[in-house]
């Protein structure tokens, strides 16, 4: 039945504490299929969820402000990747993986240009 993997998945990270956050994408919300839109979301997320992902990403902004607006390859690695990986060389991130819920990625337009960036992340 649809929704029900989403509900399972939900429910067994949020018991753990490892939900960072969810997403969901949609054709019929112009802001929800705006494939511009995902990664300074995620980035988004995984600052509420740690507070040294918060402060990283800060840092990154006030160098760039206008890395949400530039190509999904330059976002991934500018509010992901090096934003992470400081987070983790800082040891701030703790022991635990944090996961977040993509829903309906299909529904998003032009998708395969965030997704190839993210794909491609050793």
Request: proline fraction near 6%; hydrophobic fraction near 45%; include cysteine.
């Amino acid at each position: 039945m649809a929704g029900t993997g989403n509900t399972i998945a939900m429910s067994t990270f949020i018991n753990k504490d490892l939900l960072v956050g969810t997403l969901f994408c949609t054709h019929q919300i112009p802001a929800c299929r705006d494939y511009h839109l995902l990664i300074p979301t995620l980035a988004y997320q995984l600052a509420k969820y740690s507070e040294g992902f918060a402060a990283s990403l800060r840092d990154v902004l006030s160098i760039d402000p206008d890395i949400p607006a530039k190509k999904p390859d330059m976002q991934v690695t500018a509010l992901l990747i090096k934003t992470w990986k400081s987070v983790i060389e800082s040891g701030k991130m703790g022991v635990c993986t944090p996961v977040m819920i993509i829903d309906d990625l299909d529904e998003c337009e032009n998708v395969s240009l965030v997704l190839k960036p993210l794909i491609s992340v050793n």
